[in-house]
């Protein structure tokens, strides 16, 4: 008989096999992963994560044993670009049962969004159900909801993003005041940030 590896053996074996160049864990990531961030760093970031995708199905698929333990790098990344994806997410996430010690809610680390503003209201409930996240990337696409919805969605979106959150890229019209609120309770353990779209809105009337 084969003898079986220790299971956490192999998770550090699937971990190096999927490395995306972010560890998600704070203890090992490192305290300045990007000395100049901008929008390419997140675009590669996420490119890289997809591509390890494959590898990361392809081993939910060797075994029972296999998929319980991939199936946590599964969900360390997620990227959303249509809604149907954010639906799923949501479903997936509300079924995990109460005595499951870790789950979906806990896995997902990585949120990266390309979502109509219209669609804000689901990415905050996303938001509110993954405990364990560590990076949040907003790109918004065109949208028809007026700017007072967009406005109250906003703030709802930026409520809900962790104060304990160290990757944040956000692409949109947003009021600098409504955002600096944010900056102040997760600087302590911001590692990367990248923004477009911030408003001044008392000396500024352009986006800066």
Known sequence: MTPSLPTELLKTIIRYATHAGVDPYPA??????????D????????EVNLE???TKIALTRVSRRFRRMALEFLFEFVSIQKLSKALKLIETIKKQ???I???PREW???LFVRQPESNMRLVTKILHLCRGLRGFSWTPTASQTRFKDREAAQDEVIQNIP???QFLHWSGMVQFSAFAALLQRASASLRVLCTYGLIDETTHPQPI
Do not use: H, Q, R, Y
């Open 108 to 110: 997902v680390k990585f």
């Open 52 to 54: 390890t995708m494959k």
């Open 163 to 165: 104060t304990n959150i």
């Open 39 to 46: 929008s390419w760093w997140f675009a590669e970031f996420e």
């Open 28 to 37: 090992a990531t490192p305290a300045n992963p990007c000395a100049n961030p």
């Open 101 to 103: 010690e870790l789950g």
């Open 97 to 99: 049962s109460s005595n």
